[in-house]
């Protein structure tokens, strides 16, 4: 069982950055792949970026890849979204993810979820 609390979301201006964080509880979180999802309002959920265990593998959505960089740091139980050039597109709740399956970016594969953090940004 993992539980994961995210935080570091908030107001900011286009062109601005933010970082995400994601604590996990749990002595095997090394073991899990981890991803974040954001939802817009009246959109369904949507991959944005994925780690495998180690951090040496990484994938990206198309909408993000150049501005987004997701890491991890197993001894902190934590993975992290550094968010550059944010647009007003960008706006949704971000949530992360832990599962078992590697390199995926199907959101039904991770069993495990936050409550997600919120990311506004104005154009």
């Known amino acids: 069982q993992v539980q994961l609390v995210e935080s570091g979301g908030g107001l900011v201006q286009a062109g601005g950055s933010l970082r995400l964080s994601c604590a996990a509880s749990g002595r095997t979180f090394s073991s899990y792949a981890m991803g974040w999802f954001r939802q817009a309002p009246g959109k369904e959920r949507e991959f944005v970026a994925i780690?495998?265990?180690?951090?040496?593998?990484?994938r990206y959505a198309d909408s993000v890849k150049g501005r987004f960089t997701i890491s991890r740091d197993n001894a902190k139980n934590t993975v992290y979204l550094q968010m550059n050039s944010l647009k007003p597109e960008d706006t949704a709740v971000y949530f992360c993810a832990a599962g078992a399956v590697a390199n995926t970016n199907v959101d039904t594969l991770y069993p495990y979820w936050g409550q997600g953090t919120q990311v506004t940004v104005s154009s």
């Open positions: 780690i495998n265990w180690s951090g040496s593998i990484t």
